[in-house]
């Protein structure tokens, strides 16, 4: 495998691998990682569709991505997927997955079509004191200490961040700054997250630091995410053959090392309550699904909150199979779960589900964001953080095009709302979020947009429906870690099978991304069947110094370099370097971007 950018490679179309006939595939977990694979061995790899075998053991594809309605219940929403245009792989893929909406389109021409007619942006990111616009005006308000922090960190070696924490890398005044409030409700970072991965942040996204504050960097589907992305790519994989196999329990992958070379011989799993085994050659191919971010899942409804009794470290499906797996490595090649399963107190959150048809409620909604989410545009245009609450629940809100289910009620609006801080009580419910009811968190939300405590508890209770999720391990790959932690996509000497998902390591690339998923996908099924096409490489923007001028510019609140307040000694370097740039294209590059006029 090796990777490519440019339209070359991008355009080609590979020619059928050796053998590709005689061999088989097994894909454990049916995420985008799981079918981005199944979806590469189809198109790229050319394989039969009835050669390859899905394995999931819920009832439904999707895996994290899910979105849906249960008929005693209401509408669950666990979380989002913020896109970007740069998501090399996942437009590879949805160009050629038929949209299931529109005849003669693709998914991505659809998709394109929808965010250039109605691009994304915010009118309100944050609010105080019940509703009111916290005028965070697009200003990152970081002090020169803080800003010096992020360049170093940006240019910092990930060998040297490896098993850091963002606190100990970045100084106190960082946790005040605007910057910081945008990045950990956006992005979902602690201050005990992996230093290595916000670096990876930072380097990936520094083309949309303009875009940061406003959410103008961001597209999004036109429905929740299991009726915009997985239903065409399940429907894509049917159509070709592929069978997906529900209730399959997958419990370990026997691999055996034969002198160095490494080769799964059999899968362990669980159907009807019995255990049974597959048995594998060299020729069948095995992608492992390794870790879930969403495993062991609690729900709650509007009178009940979710059951956590059964919540412990290291508990789940996904992170048993690893581990089982993990002890057969003799060097830890295999990678290490418990380094990201063992502190659900440092990676859960929580997030809920709010239908209301009411129009007090969505008034309330209007004047915050200033748009009608009944007009099926972009409303919020991404997360609403209540500043109120950051010593509290630490609550976030947004409201996606509506509506967000095809079944939905036209009249109907879907809030999603989630909150860092689980362990909490709320500036108005005074409990911790994880032991309220659906009612309860809904009250706690409807006094953050300004609704008056005298009607608070009848419209949470009787105009407004709300589910819940906790995720014990919705923030595990944030945790603190080496790279050796996660195994490789195809670890070394692996001659049958590969690691796929989020805690599958690629370099470069940021986890917690639909883009992460389907890289590894992609990657696995290249390498594994030796396709002779480039894979995208990451998009290279840190390499691009316009951009990180750009950046510069925005990260300074958009102010040229003679406005910041310099030493004497910083007054004289600069003073130097502009009279050597001065007549080059260093200085046009450094007028462009603003920092000289």
Known sequence: MYYSAGTYEAFAHPEKPKDVDKKSAYIIGTGLAGLTAAFYLVRDGQMKGEHIHLLEKLELAGGSCDGRKDI?????????????????????????????????????????????????????????????????????????????????LFLTPEKDLEDKKISEVLPDSFWSTNFWLYWQTMFAFQRWSSA?????????????????????????????????????????????????????????????????????????????????????????????????????????????????????NG???????????????????????????????????????????????????????????????????????????????????????????????????????????TNKEGNYVKKAMRDCTGEEICREWLYHIGVPTERINALAKNSCNTTTCYMPYINAFFQPRKESDRPKVVPDGAVNFAFIGQFAETPRDTIFTTEYSMRTGMESVYTLLDIDRGVPEVWESKYDVRELLRACYYAIDKKPITDIKLSFKEKMLLKVVMKKVKGTDVELLLKESGLIE
């Open 72 to 152: 005693t219940k209401g509408f669950y929403m666990r979380g989002g997927r913020e896109m970007d245009n740069h998501f090399e792989v996942m437009w590879d893929t949805f160009r050629d997955v038929p949209s299931i909406e529109t005849p003669g389109v693709s998914v991505l021409d659809e998709y394109y079509w929808l965010n250039k007619h109605d691009p994304n942006y915010s009118l309100c990111r944050a609010t105080v004191n019940c509703g009111k616009d916290a005028h965070t005006d697009k200003k990152f308000e970081l002090d020169k200490e803080s800003a010096m922090a992020l360049s170093k």
């Open 196 to 312: 290595l991965e916000m670096k990876r942040y930072l380097c990936r996204y520094v083309h949309h630091i303009d875009g940061l504050p406003d959410f103008s960097a961001l597209r999004f589907t036109k429905y929740n995410q299991y009726e915009s992305m997985i239903l065409p790519l399940v429907k894509y994989l049917e159509a070709h053959g592929v069978r997906i196999e529900y209730g399959m329990d997958v419990k370990n992958v026997i691999i055996k090392d034969d002198g160095g070379r490494k080769i799964a011989k059999q899968i362990v799993y669980i159907k009807d309550g019995k255990q049974k085994t597959i048995d594998l050659i060299e020729d069948d191919l095995v992608f492992i699904t390794n870790g879930c971010c969403t495993d062991t899942s609690c729900y709650g409804d509007q009178t009940h909150a979710p059951d956590l009794s059964g919540v412990k």
């Open 315 to 421: 508990f789940g499906e996904s992170w048993d199979m690893w581990k089982a797996i993990a002890a057969q490595a003799k060097n830890g090649e295999y990678g290490n779960p418990d380094k990201f399963c063992s502190d659900v107190d440092a990676t859960n959150w929580m997030s809920a589900t709010v239908a209301t048809s009411d129009d007090e409620i969505i008034r309330y909604i209007m004047n915050i964001c200033k748009r009608d989410p009944r007009m099926g545009k972009v409303t919020t245009g991404g997360i609403v953080t209540v500043k109120d609450s950051t010593e509290n629940w630490y609550l976030s809100w947004t409201i996606n095009r509506q509506p967000q289910f095809k079944s939905q009620d036209k009249n109907m609006v879907l809030v999603w709302l989630y909150s860092l801080n």
